[in-house]
């Protein structure tokens, strides 16, 4: 059984460009949430993506979108790019929205 | 809403002592917990969870954590540190009744380290 893949591993950007980060959930998987996890920090719920809705977001502004296909893997993208976006990404995948959510080992960004 | 707060960010154990790390929640709901843990350069791997069951709930590597909800608390033991038991430890909360209760809330994190 395949675990929760996440590419690329590293991801270097400039401010003002748009990036796009990926995620294969696990096997039986409905359900993947976001989080971005800052240098020293927990990681954040971005959102949350059940049967391709989304199903929940946290404080982030618009800039940060997603998607979620047929065969349930995801997509994160940000436009915009600020300095501050400068993080590890974690996808995180579930059979349902309550049940454990199974990591990634997720996409680290710079943004120069 | 929820919160999660983890006492020490930074905590430092000889191999073959006692690791105690402390997490307190906030909840206005019976909440469910978990335990990650982090290895460098790495992703969130479960350690264990409490989803309203046994309030003593055993997980992986020797870990194990107690849901006291009058102290709203959840904090991981293991009687034995190891060596490979060096990593940063997150604490984290969902809601547990039923609807769209589907964010994990995350404290900042402990960091272990354990000392030859």
């Known amino acids: 059984e395949t675990g929760v893949t996440q590419s690329p591993t590293h991801l270097i950007k400039t401010r003002g460009q748009q990036v796009t980060l990926r995620c294969s959930s696990q096997?039986?998987?409905?359900?993947v949430s976001w989080y971005q996890q800052a240098l020293g920090q927990g990681p954040q719920f971005i959102f949350q993506?059940?049967?391709?809705?989304?199903?929940g977001r946290g404080n982030f502004p618009p800039r940060f979108s997603g998607l979620q296909f047929p065969n349930y893997s995801s997509e994160l993208n940000v436009n915009a790019l600020e300095l501050d976006d400068s993080a590890l990404y974690l996808c995180?995948?579930?059979?349902?929205?309550?049940?454990?959510?199974?990591f990634g080992p997720g996409t680290r960004l710079t943004v120069l | 809403a929820q919160s999660v707060t983890q006492l020490g960010s930074h905590v430092s154990v000889s191999e073959g002592a006692l690791v105690l790390l402390r997490c307190n929640y906030s909840?206005?709901?019976?909440?469910?917990l978990f335990w990650y843990v982090q290895y460098p350069n790495q992703g969130l791997q479960l350690l264990l969870k409490?989803?309203?069951?046994?309030?003593l709930v055993k997980g992986i590597n020797g870990f194990e954590a107690e849901f006291k909800k009058s102290e709203t608390s959840f904090h991981l033991t293991k009687p034995s540190a190891h060596m490979s038991d060096a990593a940063e430890y997150f604490c984290?909360?969902?809601?547990?009744?039923?609807?769209?209760?589907?964010?994990?809330?995350f404290g900042k994190g402990t960091l272990l380290t354990v000392n030859p």
């Open positions: 995180a995948s579930s059979p349902g929205g309550l049940d454990t959510q199974y």
């Open positions: 096997s039986g998987h409905n359900t």
């Open positions: 993506y059940y049967r391709e809705e989304e199903n």
């Open positions: 909840s206005s709901v019976p909440p469910y």
């Open positions: 409490y989803t309203s069951a046994a309030t």
């Open positions: 984290a909360v969902t809601k547990g009744s039923g609807g769209s209760n589907y964010k994990l809330t």
